[in-house]
T-cell receptor, first 110, second 115 residues
Framework: GENVEQHPSTLSVQEGDSAVIKCTYS??????FPWYKQELGKRPQLIID?????GEKKDQRIAVTLNKTAKHFSLHITETQPEDSAVYFC?????????FGAGTILRVKS | SQTIHQWPATLVQPVGSPLSLECTVE??????LYWYRQAAGRGLQLLFY??????ISSEVPQNLSASRPQDRQFILSSKKLLLSDSGFYLC??????????????FGQGTRLTVV
């Protein structure tokens, strides 16, 4: 079935360190992989996305990598700052649907 | 520009009462529409999605139903709420452009507490 596994569920890093969140998906036909950030009590907002014809995409301190063969993709945040603290969700497209991972609570300690 | 409206922002309802949450989208035609639920401290569970008027796909069996009476209107309903229906409900829209999925945009969410 359609499934997105996300790890870890919680992640604590020291300010300035890097954070990596990993996701796997089940359907090789998935072609769109967005990452969302959700601050407490607010709606999820897109921070970066990648399509299946690209292996890596970078936007300032944030990067996403995709391994289609292994069906996994990762979010990398470098030089973390306290304002990066939030819940991060990965998602994968299944036809018209976006199925989300369970989320990762990222805490950046200053 | 496209916008999504979801209301109400918060709702407290007694067990057994009905529910109606509404979501409307402006600035786009024939969007894909979604209802997600987020239990406290947990992930986004897809409840329903719709690719067109009157077309509803249910992802999980439950006490809820959805309807799409107009192209840009999506309604989440229940005849009798359960305590377990409490959560943060998010409406979202996206566009399938050709064969390419696009970003999903979320409404502000409705925090439902069933008491």
């Amino acid at each position: 079935g359609e499934n997105v596994e996300q790890h870890p569920s919680t992640l604590s890093v020291q300010e300035g360190d890097s954070a990596v969140i990993k996701c796997t998906y089940s359907d090789s036909a998935s072609n769109y992989f967005p990452w969302y950030k959700q601050e407490l009590g607010k709606r999820p907002q897109l921070i970066i996305d990648i399509r299946s014809n690209v292996g890596e995409k970078k936007d300032q301190r944030i990067a996403v990598t995709l391994n289609k063969t292994a069906k996994h993709f990762s979010l990398h945040i470098t030089e973390t700052q306290p304002e990066d603290s939030a819940v991060y969700f990965c998602a994968a497209s299944y036809g018209n649907k976006l199925v989300f991972g369970a989320g990762t609570i990222l805490r950046v300690k200053s | 520009s496209q916008t999504i409206h979801q209301w109400p922002a918060t709702l407290v309802q007694p067990v057994g009462s009905p529910l109606s949450l509404e979501c409307t989208v402006e600035g786009t035609s024939n969007p894909n529409l979604y209802w997600y639920r987020q239990a406290a401290g947990r992930g986004l569970q897809l409840l329903f999605y719709s690719v067109g008027i009157g077309q509803i796909s249910s992802e999980v069996p439950q006490n809820l139903s959805a309807s799409r009476p107009q192209d840009r209107q999506f309604i989440l309903s229940s005849k009798k709420l359960l305590l377990s229906d409490s959560g943060f409900y998010l409406c979202a829209w996206s566009v399938l452009s050709g064969r390419r999925n696009t970003e999903a945009f979320f409404g502000q969410g409705t925090r439902l507490t069933v008491v």
